[in-house]
């Protein structure tokens, strides 16, 4: 598949006054922002020629997105931090994916599912490990879903239905600043007819951030507490007294928490919406599989579900394509022929961290910057392959480094929104680079020439 | 004297602004290298905006500015600071077979460093 070129359809036809007056001005309707994983997809862009001067709906960082990723004057590729030729830098790629024993490849959460796609394939030819940021981020979530299963629904759902909401250890007017206009909190929908009115909100988090201020309860954990807390409110909803010890342990009274999980009880349609603070903290799958065991308990009583708050564009992408692939969402291992799922072994931070991953294949992320030290160590002494828009602390170490189009601002393709739904993308103009689907697709090209060769002699 | 604080590393607004303008820009390295605290935990160590606190466990020490946090955000005894490459340097590399390492909500000691500070207090870095 080739990457679709800049629609040309009605999505990108500038609206007849502006592009009368300025041919250089074109609008791109309903474009998808993939900066966070709510994935809007109801922006309007105008761009003049390479730039993005207007984003109308995104919010501010959607905003700092578009605005920022105009085409750097960058070299194509590069090896050992000299430019050098695209074939060049394909064929040391290549090179270095057939010589490794125990590659590793990571990131793939902000890039498109048919990118991702490749790189597995690529990972599968080579037997090595495939591992996305999701280890980093909601990879406890993903174990504790193995464990307890998850009470699921849409966004659209929530919009529609939800009538309680619990954002627990997350703190979405950061970090997804439209999740509560546009899903959640604010929304009219079909069975909350009057918005906010008809919905109560409560937070639950160690800090009093910002979106404290837009719930009607707010819940201050002590931290490495939440899971703790999240049993308390199991024993409740069940009808058992938690031990008193819960209220020194975590800081909140018991009889708030009563009166809270009564209040939840009596909810039509509920949604724990948790973020980072439970997965990230100690306990992590345990923190997960707590809350999503809430979820289920209160069955019970009325409908709740689960979500997990996904940060990445396409981090949700990562996991369904790994799990439809390989059956497991990350940390896998193709090196026997058929994949193994392993958290701990075959996850980066660890493959890294202790000294075993022999190359890497890095697209769109920058562990450099965020891994451990002894991980960072390590990812400096062997051959690494970098594919991103930007530069980076780790295409600056990088053997071979690409510069690459930005996925859904100069590429096409398809994203997944946190929800697990499928969107696609509308470009906004052309890059002189490509696209991640491309030069992984020459790589994987080049390594089944040389695998097939090898055999063949 | 050293003081035992707990460390949630997190995203801001900010953070996420300037990430997109660039990891370089000096508007994202100030986000990404400030502490913040309660204000009473700054007055107790004598602390004010500005003043720079090293910040250290068994994984990584760190100089960095510290400023108060905004309003009643940060109970008495937790520090917060924006991810990304000061934060993960008090990260360590074991994640107990989860795949995921102790990433928010750990302990560090924290002490105060006097303005003279020597240049190599700095945050090592790029
Ligand atoms: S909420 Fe997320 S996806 Fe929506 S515009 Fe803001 S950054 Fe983009």
């Known amino acids: ?457 | 004297m050293a003081e035992t604080f707990i460390i949630i590393p997190g995203r801001t607004s900010r953070q996420g602004t300037t990430l997109n303008e660039g990891k370089y820009t000096s508007g994202y390295r100030e986000e990404t290298g400030t502490l913040q605290m309660n204000p009473q935990d700054m007055q107790r160590l004598g602390l004010q905006d500005g003043d720079r606190v090293r910040v250290w466990n068994d994984h990584g020490s760190v100089v960095v500015p510290c400023k108060a946090a905004r309003g009643d955000e940060l109970p008495e005894g937790i520090l917060f600071i924006s991810y990304g490459d000061v934060s993960s340097r008090l990260m360590g590399g074991d994640t107990h077979g989860s795949g995921m390492p102790d990433s928010k909500g750990f302990d560090v000691f924290l002490e105060p460093v006097g303005q003279s500070t020597d240049a190599k207090d700095a945050v090592a870095g790029p």
Request: aromatic share 8%.
């Open chain 1, 1 to 457: 598949m080739a990457t679709p070129a800049v629609p040309s359809g009605d999505s990108s036809a500038g609206t007849p006054t502006e592009t009368a007056e300025r041919p250089d001005v074109k609008v791109v309707s309903n474009a998808t922002c993939t900066f966070c994983g709510c994935v809007c997809d109801d922006m309007e862009l105008t761009v003049e020629g390479n730039r993005i001067v207007k984003a109308r709906n995104a919010c501010v960082l959607g905003k700092a997105w578009f605005f920022n990723h105009h085409i750097e004057d960058r070299p194509e590729a590069t090896i050992e931090g000299r430019p050098a030729s695209y074939e060049e830098a394909i064929e040391r790629a290549a090179e270095i994916l057939c010589n490794a024993v125990y590659p590793v490849t990571y990131g793939l959460s902000d890039t498109t599912c048919e990118a991702q796609r490749v790189a597995l394939a690529i990972t599968d030819w080579i037997g090595g490990t495939v591992d996305t940021t999701t280890s980093v981020c909601h990879g406890p979530s993903g174990i504790a879903f193995q464990e307890v299963g998850e009470v699921t629904c849409s966004l659209g759902e929530i919009k529609n239905r939800a009538d309680f909401l619990v954002f627990w250890g997350g703190n979405p007017a950061e970090s997804h600043p439209r999740h509560f206009t546009r899903y959640s909190l604010m929304p009219k929908g079909e069975f909350v007819p009057n918005g906010r009115k008809d919905r109560t909100a409560v937070l639950i988090d160690v800090r009093k951030t910002k979106s404290a201020k837009a719930v009607d309860i707010f819940l201050q954990v002590k931290p490495r507490s939440d899971f703790e807390l999240a049993w308390a409110m199991r024993a409740l909803v069940r009808g058992i007294e938690p031990d008193p010890s819960v209220e020194r342990k975590t800081g909140v009274s018991l009889e708030v928490l009563r009166d809270v999980v009564e209040r939840m009880k009596q909810a039509r349609f509920g949604v724990i919406l948790f973020g980072m603070g439970l997965t990230m903290t100690r306990g992590k799958h345990l923190n997960s599989e707590a809350v999503l065991a809430l979820a289920r308990d209160l069955n019970r009583h009325t409908r709740w579900t689960a979500k997990p708050m996904r940060g990445h564009g396409n981090v949700t992408g990562a996991d369904n394509v790994v799990s439809w692939t390989t059956g497991y969402p990350f940390g896998v291992n193709l090196g026997r022929g058929y994949p193994r799922f392993n958290p701990g072994e075959f996850t980066t931070a660890d493959l890294l961290a202790r000294g075993e991953a022999d190359a890497a294949l890095i697209i769109a992320s920058d562990p450099m910057s965020n891994f451990s030290q002894p991980a960072r160590e390590h990812l400096k002494r062997i051959p690494v392959i970098v594919l991103d828009p930007k530069e980076t602390e780790t295409s600056r170490i990088a053997t071979v480094a690409f510069t690459t189009a930005t996925y859904g601002i100069n590429t096409g393709g398809t994203v997944y929104r946190m929800d697990d739904v499928p969107i696609p993308l509308r470009p906004a103009f052309d890059s002189p680079y490509r696209s991640d689907y491309e030069i992984l697709k020459a790589i994987e090209w080049r390594v089944r020439e040389k695998q097939l060769a090898a055999s063949a002699g």
